[in-house]
């Protein structure tokens, strides 16, 4: 009997085809391991090519830099600022010269805590038990999380009350002029202004405010605390790629923020150029720092239709999309939104295409006594000339802005902001020694 | 990447496998060529696949929900038919073959022909169209990338790959072991079919048990994995099954092994075999995904972006506009996703599968008011993610304000505020002619009553945006270089300075703007939902300023407005009563009770005659009222979503 028709065809054909049939199948074997491949490594890429992860707890932020840290860094979850007024003596060489020394330990110390270190080596536990420790020590074994410090200077340093008490005047910035007074503001003046102030800012609570406390501390004598003010929950990333925080109207804020790494927006809104103020170049790579403690109604809020909370803003609540798009990150049409919402009014559409970049954090500090939460935004932005990127725009929320009615302005601040620490050199150095 | 690359790999696979099934039988058979009709069943399978895929995402031309199911149901069912005709077939012609009777295998190979090109193009094309569906989506989402159109090609091109070795492992084996392990794999794949389209149908509401789950091994064997994606790909696998889904599969593959495994079965039975599959297969294949859906009522769907990563779900909007509604599903995850759209009692008003990362879809859904839930499930398992939107209908508060009764309450209110403006201006006439008189003292007691009107009806008044300014401006409002006009002027003017000096012109100009107010009332916008709102307002500018001392910083008469505010929020109440006892009828004695507590707290302190100096209540008192205001605050923050639900 013959083999069937098919077995001997296949072993025929296994012979004289076969080298055409194993290089086809060596070049089909050969896509498919390249494809696997392909597709593998591709994937691979897609992964690490997602960008940077900001510095995690344990890796510290530098403190060196052309700019100061704690503007452009991505921003961390607390919030501990403290202004400081000097203490001077009518005799100007001496005070400048206390305010050197003051700055010189001050330098050396942040660039330490921002490490995670103590202010001084064994500063917490001294050798000898009948010395006070010059280190706090609540901060002890604490990662860095991420701490920076940021040192601003304000006008009345430069000229306190008319008087010129570190011989300082002339060389105030002109964009460092008094903020106006806006329509509807009650600032608390004692809690408003300040000769320096320092923003703390970093992922524990606990190292924000064992920094500005071990200033304080070291300031003793030069300088005393004017006020303070701790912040919770981040109002505004410098990281778009992350969710952007909700303030304490519920509603993301931040979306159209300066990013941390847009280099091209910082050059341009952010730090001071090197001909801005010839008569200040000591502030070139600067920046100006806008600080005004908002106070929300969120009672009165609280009991607002949430048509009316996303008309007042300008934005749906759930996904941060402006109203007549449907996501977060969609371009703004101001015309689309009511002419009197937030974001119709403070977009930089609005404004002339100024922008500035905002670094708020929430606050509630206590009750106001009727039965209400102390609550609202400490409202930080840094910008490169205030006088046309942030007085006209405040100028145009206050008299417009739907949302002015749940808002007050209790405290305000300006401050230069110098720029970055060099290693060996300290805080605002190219001031104090033209 | 690699998740739209396991997607391609997965849909392919399917189809790969029963193609090289055929091909390799029939190559065996000695009929190479014959492959004809199978490649043009294949052929024609993509091409339609691709083509009525472009259709369906580039139009909008549509199925509903059920009727895709249905449609999708219809061709598994026949493709289950036909492949399992298609193993039995197989079986009884090599039973010819090796008789090497080939005039029989040839008349079985010509009644054969046709059906193993339909049976080609049905397995193709039952996983074609879900596939082209998912490759449009990632075309269209090119904008965002091109990965995923390279990453599903590429998986496309590893499924063809993959069925080309398996056809040469095929070619090699011994005969009687290569039909006996393509049919059981035939086998095994059509019951996996069968299963999956069970559960499709569970979905789709039609059979039920969808959440009695038989076995869950998704901890394991994530479908997002390369080897759940191969066991779903080769086997329909899914790592959740419900007992319905076990028990049909059971049904079909043991009884089908146990006929395909005996020998020389009568014609008679296979017939029966495959006529009972095609009874019982109520299988839907793997849906092949939502179909955007017809526009024909005429009106611009609503659009929703819902925006997915792995761990959360987010829709741009948590209102839509009820009606048929467009929603996109825009996936930034690294997992496959998919979504479905939950009317309130669980039932799938809609879903679309297979939603790769970097890519979106869209789906269109008929959505009547009413609260839905979104889902998001990323991996395409699990519970996902939930987020609640509701539908409300376009133009609700308009069908609203058409109840008289709640005209009615517009037109008295109306009526009302015409009423207390003139009386505002009755009451600053007088006073400027105090002022014109040099009456000091009796400007200053004219002053707080001129008041009483405008602060009764303050919201409306205000509606008027340039009129406001003018006439109640405080000085800490005041702008740099803005001119100070209206009654704090005067306020300051006799509380401050002690006198009606220089008051005249101010007293004049107020008179003016009460009486263009007065004018202007009937042209405000008064209804229903703007006097609700009103109500709220009014003691919303009682807790900012006046419980503060702030209103009336200089003559203390906040107690005064305050009561003004009050009655002018509790005539607002008594005119949509009627409207709240039906609607909301909880809220009405809420009202009046905290109304009338507020109410008792201000007449303490007019127990005396007239209100004191606000100066005179101590932090205390301060507190006792602000706490009072706060209370009759809450409900009436509930008024206008009562009177327009």
């Known amino acids: 009997m013959n083999a069937p028709p098919w077995t001997a065809g296949s072993a025929g054909s296994a012979g004289s085809a076969g080298t055409s049939r194993r290089a086809a199948l060596g070049l089909f074997g050969g896509l498919v391991g390249g494809a696997v491949a392909g597709g593998g490594a591709a994937a691979w890429a897609v992964r690490t090519g997602d960008g940077e992860p900001a510095a995690t707890a344990g890796t510290p932020v530098p403190f060196h830099g052309d700019h100061q840290a704690g503007i452009a860094t991505a921003v961390q979850d607390r919030l501990h600022m403290a202004a400081f007024d000097l203490r001077t003596t009518g005799d100007a060489g001496a005070d400048r010269a206390a305010l050197i020394r003051l700055l010189r330990r001050w330098t050396a110390a942040a660039e330490r805590m921002t490490r995670g270190l103590e202010t001084v080596e064994g500063g917490a536990i001294p050798a000898v038990a009948d010395a006070p420790p010059e280190d706090t020590g609540e901060a002890l074994a604490l990662p860095p999380a991420r701490l920076t410090l940021t040192l601003g200077l304000g006008g009345s340093l430069f000229e306190h009350d008319g008087r010129d008490r570190l011989g300082l005047r002339s060389r105030r910035p002109a964009a460092l002029a008094d903020l106006p007074r806006f329509k509807g503001d009650d600032l608390d003046a004692a809690r408003s202004g300040g000769d320096l102030v320092v923003q703390a800012c970093a992922d524990d609570p606990q190292v924000a405010v064992h920094a500005v406390r071990n200033l304080a501390r070291i300031a003793t004598g030069t300088a005393a605390v004017r006020w303070s003010q701790l912040g919770f929950g981040r109002t505004s990333s410098t990281t778009p790629a992350e969710q952007t925080p909700r303030n304490l109207f519920g509603f993301k804020d931040g979306t159209a923020n300066i990013a941390g790494d847009d280099a091209e927006a910082l050059g341009r809104h952010v730090w001071v150029g090197a001909g801005d103020d010839p008569a200040a170049g000591w502030m070139t790579g600067g920046s100006y720092l806008v600080a005004r403690r908002i106070?929300?109604?969120?009672?009165?809020?609280?009991?607002?239709?949430?048509?009316?909370?996303?008309?007042?803003?300008?934005?749906?609540?759930?996904?941060?999309?402006?109203?007549?798009?449907?996501?977060?990150?969609?371009?703004?049409?101001?015309g689309a939104l009511p002419a009197t919402s937030h974001v119709a009014l403070a977009h930089p559409d609005s404004n002339g295409g100024h922008r500035i970049l905002r670094r708020g954090y929430s606050y509630v500090d206590g009750s106001d006594g009727l039965g209400h939460l102390d609550a609202g935004l400490f409202f930080l932005a840094f910008c490169r000339d205030p006088r046309t990127q942030y007085v006209p725009l405040q100028t145009r929320l206050a008299r417009s802005d739907a949302m002015a009615e749940y808002l007050t302005h209790t405290a305000s601040g300006l401050y230069a902001v110098p720029p970055g620490v060099g290693p060996g050199e300290y805080w605002a150095q190219p001031l104090l020694e033209a | 990447?690699?998740?739209?690359?396991?997607?391609?790999?997965?849909?392919?696979?399917?189809?790969s496998l029963v193609v090289t099934i055929l091909v390799a039988y029939l190559v065996r058979a000695g009929h190479g060529d014959r492959l004809r009709p199978v490649w043009a069943g294949v052929l024609a399978a993509v091409a339609v696949s691709l083509g009525f895929g472009a259709l369906l995402s580039f139009t909008s031309s549509s199925l509903s929900f059920q009727s895709q199911e249905a449609f999708g149901g219809v061709l598994s069912i026949v493709a289950v038919g036909f492949v399992t005709w298609m193993i039995f077939w197989m079986r009884r012609t090599a039973r010819s073959l090796s008789t090497e009777l080939r005039e029989r295998v040839d008349a079985a190979l010509s009644l054969g022909a046709g059906a193993l090109a339909l049976t080609a193009f049905l397995a193709v094309g039952r996983e074609g169209l879900e596939t082209s569906l998912f490759i449009w989506s990632a075309v269209q989402s090119t904008g965002e990338g091109v990965q995923p159109v390279v990453g599903a090609t590429l998986g496309l091109l590893t499924a063809v790959a993959l069925g080309y070795l398996f056809y040469r492992g095929a070619l090699r084996i011994n005969l009687s072991r290569f039909f006996t392990w393509t049919g059981a794999a035939l086998i095994v794949v059509a019951g996996g079919v069968l299963a999956y389209g069970v559960h499709d149908l569970q979905e789709a509401g039609l059979l039920p048990g969808l959440d009695a789950l038989a076995f869950d091994i998704s901890g394991a064997v994530p479908a997002d994995s390369w080897y759940g994606t191969l066991l779903r790909g080769t086997l329909n696998l899914t790592p959740q099954t419900t007992?319905?889904?076990?028990?049909?599969?059971?049904?079909?593959?043991?009884?089908?092994?146990?006929?395909?495994?005996?020998?020389?079965?009568?014609?008679?039975?296979?017939?029966?075999?495959?006529?009972?599959?095609?009874?019982?297969?109520?299988?839907?294949?793997?849906?092949p995904a939502s179909v955007t859906s017809a526009t024909g009522s005429g009106e611009a769907p609503a659009r929703v972006v819902v925006t997915a990563t792995d761990t959360a779900c987010t829709p741009s909007s948590a209102r839509l506009t009820a009606g048929t509604v467009t929603l996109r599903l825009k996936n930034i995850g690294s997992r496959v996703n998919e979504l479905y759209v939950l009317r309130a009692d669980g039932s799938i008003a809609g879903e679309r599968e297979n939603?790769?990362?970097?890519?979106?879809?869209?789906?269109?859904?008929?959505?009547p008011a009413g609260s839905y839930t979104l889902q998001c499930k990323p991996g395409m398992s699990g519970d996902g993610i939930k987020a609640a939107v509701t539908a409300t209908a376009a133009g609700s508060t308009a069908a609203r304000a058409a109840d008289p009764r709640l005209e009615q309450a517009a037109t008295a209110y109306r009526a009302y505020v015409l009423a207390e403006a003139r009386r505002s201006l009755a009451g600053a006439t007088q006073l400027r002619d105090a002022i014109k008189a040099g009456d000091a003292a009796r400007s200053k007691a004219l002053y707080a009553t001129s008041r009483i009107g405008w602060e009764r009806i303050e919201p409306v008044a205000e509606s008027f945006g340039d009129l406001d300014p003018r006439i109640d401006l405080r000085e800490a409002d005041l702008e740099a270089g803005q001119t100070w006009t209206g009654w704090h002027v005067i306020e300051k003017g006799l509380f401050a300075g002690g006198g009606t000096t220089g008051l005249q012109p101010v007293a004049d100009r107020l008179v003016t703007d009460l009486a263009e107010l007065v004018r202007r009332v009937p042209e405000a916008q008064v209804t229903a939902v703007t006097m609700a709102n009103g109500a709220k307002e009014l003691l919303d500018e009682v807790s900012h300023t006046k419980v503060t001392g702030e209103e009336e910083a200089f003559s203390h008469t906040d107690l005064v407005d305050i009561q003004a505010n009050v009655e002018g929020a509790r005539q607002i109440v008594t005119l949509l009563t009627p409207v709240l006892t039906g609607a909301a009828p909880d809220l009405v004695p809420q009202l009046e009770s905290t109304l009338t507590q507020l109410q008792g707290v201000l007449d303490e302190h007019r127990a005396s005659g007239a209100f004191p100096s606000y100066t005179t209540l101590a932090p205390a008192e301060r507190r006792t009222l602000s706490d009072a205001v706060d209370a009759a605050s809450e409900p009436l923050s509930r008024l206008t979503a009562a009177i327009a639900s």
């Not at chain 1, 048509?307 to 969609?330: F, I, M, N, W």
């Open chain 2, 1 to 15: 990447m690699l998740a739209n690359y396991l997607i391609g790999l997965r849909e392919g696979l399917e189809a």
């Open chain 2, 355 to 367: 939603v790769g990362p970097g890519t979106s879809a869209e789906l269109t859904v008929d959505m």
């Open chain 2, 243 to 287: 007992w319905l889904q076990a028990t049909v599969w059971l049904l079909y593959v043991v009884p089908v092994s146990v006929i395909f495994l005996r020998p020389a079965p009568a014609r008679a039975a296979v017939r029966a075999a495959t006529a009972v599959l095609a009874g019982i297969g109520l299988s839907a294949c793997s849906s």
């Open chain 1, 295 to 334: 106070a929300m109604r969120v009672e009165s809020w609280d009991r607002t239709s949430l048509r009316e909370q996303e008309d007042v803003t300008g934005r749906h609540k759930l996904s941060g999309a402006p109203l007549g798009a449907t996501a977060e990150h969609d371009m703004v049409r101001v």
